[in-house]
T-cell receptor, first 111, second 114 residues
Framework: GDSVTQMEGPVTLSEEAFLTINCTYT??????LFWYVQYPGEGLQLLLK?????DKGSNKGFEATYRKETTSFHLEKGSVQVSDSAVYFC??????????FGQGTELSVKP | ETGVTQTPRHLVMGMTNKKSLKCEQH?????MYWYKQSAKKPLELMFV???????ENNSVPSRFSPECPNSSHLFLHLHTLQPEDSALYLC?????????????FGPGTRLTVL
């Protein structure tokens, strides 16, 4: 069945370090792919998305590329800031209208 | 008000109380959702309403009762809850036409059941 697997946290980085959060999915079709972010004390907000193979979503310095061959959508940022500390959720939108969230990866960036 | 709002932001209740959570979306969307977010667990979809009709109920206990009087408002009525129901309850909305529908979330209600 349709499912998503996300890298477990917490992830602790120093400011300006490189970030990768892995996300892979299994699907019978070709889902659209989202990354959501949840800052402390807030709800989730869309960070970026990609709707077809080889698309690259980007926002606030974060990027993720839709890799059909590896069924992955890894989140990357070249230089993280303290303000990026949050929980990140990978969420494929599967055929049939189901948005399924990964378990979330907590990122903590230290100055 | 813009986006999706939720009230109250925090709620403490005893197991015998009855309370309601309110969600309002100001985006003109036609679908609304309730999620439960517990510590150390993935986000759980509870209920889905499309055009005010409930289209999904993910085996949620009957002590949670949703109500969608119109496309802008969504309630979650709570009664005789258990301590394990303590969690962050998130409301979301989306415009479902065809294909992909991005969901917009409210800030959540932090519920504590004593």
């Amino acid at each position: 069945g349709d499912s998503v697997t996300q890298m477990e946290g917490p992830v602790t980085l120093s400011e300006e370090a490189f970030l990768t959060i892995n996300c892979t999915y299994t699907a019978t079709g070709y889902p659209s792919l989202f990354w959501y972010v949840q800052y402390p004390g807030e709800g989730l907000q869309l960070l970026l998305k990609a709707t077809k193979a080889d698309d690259k979503g980007s926002n606030k310095g974060f990027e993720a590329t839709y890799r059909k061959e590896t069924t992955s959508f890894h989140l990357e940022k070249g230089s993280v800031q303290v303000s990026d500390s949050a929980v990140y959720f990978c969420a494929p939108f599967f055929q049939g209208g189901k948005l399924i969230f990964g378990q979330g990866t907590e990122l903590s960036v230290k100055p | 008000e813009t986006g999706v709002t939720q009230t109250p932001r925090h709620l403490v209740m005893g197991m015998t109380n009855k309370k309601s959570l309110k969600c309002e979306q100001h985006l003109g969307h036609n679908a609304m959702y309730w999620y439960k977010q517990s510590a150390k667990k993935p986000l759980e979809l509870m209920f889905v309403y499309n055009f005010k009709e409930q289209t999904e109920n993910n085996s949620v206990p009957s002590r949670f009762s949703p109500e969608c009087p119109n496309s802008s408002h969504l309630f979650l009525h709570l009664h005789t809850l258990q301590p394990e129901d303590s969690a962050l309850y998130l409301c979301a909305s989306s415009q479902v036409v065809s294909g992909v529908a991005e969901q917009f979330f409210g800030p959540g209600t932090r519920l504590t059941v004593l």
